[in-house]
């Protein structure tokens, strides 16, 4: 993983749960993530999976994944493309999904972002860097064993690159 995420602000509010991140009517339909990954956010935004780039980063205020303890709501995010998501707080069973798929969470105040910033995140030196502002928001640099699951796409490739156990 690389130490910078880089991408367009993508901004939502404050308690997004994981049903509006993924609907649970999808749930019992596919468990495809691709097509998952096409209803993201469709409750809140509609057409939302269509606005992404591809070098998108979701932008939110407090208790983001708020609700259920859906894994399907961070693999959605991944699997749509979503590089990170930046937000003033998270549900803390949201997070630790997120983290063991790989998907990188950075908690900072985030009102001053607006849609469509171009955002340079450095995970190793703890700043959220705003292009289009400029603006720099400082952040706690990620723990050295958080940075190495997130570098190797989730708990299960850091387990099993560490040995810990055999597959």
């Known amino acids: 993983m690389e130490f910078y995420i880089e991408g367009i602000a993508r901004r939502f509010g404050d ?4 049903d509006y991140i993924i609907s649970g009517k999808y749930k019992f339909k596919t468990l495809d993530m691709n097509e998952l990954a096409k209803h993201i956010m469709e409750d809140v935004r509609a057409n939302f999976y269509d606005e992404l780039t591809g070098r998108d980063v979701m932008v939110a205020g407090k208790n983001f994944g708020c609700g259920s303890s859906r894994e399907q709501a961070p693999l959605a995010l991944k699997f749509a493309g979503i590089k990170g998501v930046v937000a003033k707080s998270f549900a803390r069973i949201f997070y630790r999904n997120a983290i063991n798929i790989g998907l990188p969470l ?21 700043e959220v860097k705003d292009m289009t502002r400029p603006m720099i928001i400082k952040i706690s640099p990620l723990p050295e064993a958080m940075f190495g699951i997130l570098s190797e796409g989730g708990l299960v490739n850091y387990l099993k690159n560490h040995k810990w156990f055999e597959v």
């Open 15 to 18: 308690d997004i749960n994981t």
């Open 106 to 126: 950075i908690e900072c105040d985030t009102d001053g972002i607006e849609e469509g910033d171009e955002l340079r995140i450095d995970l190793k030196n703890g």
